[in-house]
């Protein structure tokens, strides 16, 4: 069995694990004990958060340790939203957020605040002027997500970032960028933003870890009360394994960048070549992310191709890991204007660094076969 479902999660670096066993056999000690066994393990955490902040081009003390992007998106999001309430209640986000960035923001709406969604054009974009008209004397906080986790879209991140600090430099910048590092340069300074989140499972490090970079000055509510761990943001005793582990893929991954988006490119650019010979098949991912190739069968539903897939060698994902057992069509492709047809019937195909020629030889084959042979079984029933 072949797996493209990379932007779902990844398989963690071998050296990741050993480093995670390692860490769990010999450093078990609390890193807030005073003892020379927490002392050893504070010691570890503040490499990791050095290497980390080293590898995004920020301080250390920028890094606040999470559990993964939900926990930073919804610390970013509802930190910055309670602390900064009484200069306004007004967010601006986009119709395509990722879940744990729509969803929070929708909750903050029964709490009293307003949020702008913006649209998208057909390709998933939103424009720097669209960001910068929606934003009010009582706007708070701008939240946009580097690369979209179904589509690969790109937003224009610079060009927004320059906008908001020259135009509102009171108003917060948070981007969602899971699915863009390891895959594209990231830029954090350059695109003036004061909060970004990442995961460590989608570049091949542990799950149930993650980061939230901090921009100094900046404040947060904080979600979870108790200890005073990072900087008092984020009670609980910190997962030191785990963590070291993220630390280590956050580098290799980093290190990798160039070499791996250039291969990943060529992968995409295939399949993207092969996807537009099928007719019944719609292209909704363009050249940008170098690891997503999203298309619609439209009228077949996508789990009926996913599994034609699966029984042909292949593992791909019909949406965002975290929506994908919904029935309802994509939100993310109505948004872009798509039928609820082609809604209903989107695939999503993701790669990783580890994939090779032979690799995509069978996807190619295995998706022109399942595409075959659900055209037959729906002649045959016509």
């Known amino acids: 069995m ?98 744990s960035v729509y969803e929070a923001c929708k909750q903050l709406t029964d709490l009293g605040f307003e949020v702008t969604f913006l649209p998208v054009d057909a390709q998933g974009h939103v424009s720097t002027e669209q960001v910068c008209d929606a934003v009010r004397q009582d706007t708070i906080l701008v939240s946009i997500m580097h690369v979209n986790n179904e589509t690969g879209r790109v937003q224009p991140l610079h060009d927004i970032g320059a906008a908001l600090k020259k135009q509102f430099p009171r108003v917060l910048f948070h981007v969602d960028g899971v699915q863009g590092y390891g895959k594209l340069p990231v830029d954090i300074r350059g695109w003036q933003a004061d909060l970004y989140s990442l995961s460590a499972h989608k570049l091949r490090g542990p799950k149930g870890a993650g980061l939230l970079f901090v921009r100094e000055g900046v404040k947060l509510f904080p979600l979870l009360s108790g200890g005073s761990q990072e900087q008092g943001l984020r009670a609980g005793t910190e997962n030191v394994p785990l963590l070291v582990g993220m630390s280590k893929a956050v580098r290799l991954a980093g290190e990798r960048q160039a070499e791996t988006a250039r291969r990943m490119t060529e992968w995409r650019d295939r399949v993207v070549a092969e996807v537009k010979t099928i007719p019944q098949l719609r292209l909704n991912s363009g050249e940008e992310a170098p690891h997503i190739v999203h298309f619609s069968y439209p009228g077949m539903k996508a789990e009926v191709l996913l599994h034609t897939l699966e029984q042909l ?45 032979q690799d995509i030889d069978e996807l190619i084959l295995a998706l022109r076969q399942a595409v075959a042979k659900l055209e037959s079984l729906e002649r045959w029933k016509h």
């Open 2 to 99: 072949r797996y493209f479902d990379y932007a779902a999660t990844t398989p963690p670096f071998e050296e990741v694990i050993t480093t995670i066993a390692e860490v769990m056999r010999r450093h078990y000690g609390n890193p807030s004990s005073m003892h020379r066994f927490g002392e050893d393990a504070d010691k570890l955490l503040k490499r990791s958060r050095e290497v980390c902040a080293a590898a995004l081009g920020v301080h250390p003390a920028e890094i606040v340790f999470t559990s993964g992007a939900t926990e930073s998106n919804n610390l970013a999001i509802k930190g910055a939203a309670i602390q900064y309430q009484a200069r306004g209640k007004h967010i601006v986000t986009v119709s395509t957020e990722h879940p």
């Open 313 to 357: 060698g292949v593992a791909v994902s019909t949406r965002s890991a975290c929506s994908s057992k919904l029935a309802e069509p994509s939100r993310v492709l109505l948004a872009m204007g798509r039928s609820e047809l082609e809604a209903s019937g989107g695939i999503r195909i993701s790669f990783g660094d580890e994939h090779t020629e």
